[in-house]
């Protein structure tokens, strides 16, 4: 799941951890993330509102961005993380995010 990016790390990491836990009982990884929905949000048009809301949340950092401080941009992403509940893939978050800037400047 984490190889096919139907998973971020970070609820891969939350799974082990569950799994770990556990005191004999059976546990499926495949049935703990479709209960608790867990699936990385790869949707482009999905990602491009969280980017949009940040943006919108944060027009300091997109500044600094558009003024050549690029490593701003981490921090909306950063931003994006948190309105997903660390579900939305930040690589492919981060290719929108500095589009959507460069598109604006």
């Not at 981490?74 to 948190?82: F, H, Y």
Request: glycine residues 4%.
């Amino acid at each position: 799941m984490l190889t096919e990016q139907r998973i971020s790390r970070i609820i891969f990491e939350r799974l082990l951890e569950m799994l770990c836990g556990v005191d004999g009982d059976l546990v499926v990884p495949e049935k703990v993330i479709e209960e608790k929905q867990w699936y990385q949000i790869n949707d482009e048009a999905e990602l491009g509102r969280l980017c949009d809301v940040a943006m919108e949340r944060d027009p300091k950092s997109c500044e600094a961005v558009r003024k050549g401080k690029t490593k701003a941009v981490n921090i909306l992403v950063g931003a994006v993380k948190v309105l997903s509940n660390d579900l939305a893939n930040l690589k492919k978050t981060k290719v929108l995010m500095e589009k959507k800037l460069s598109n604006s400047a």
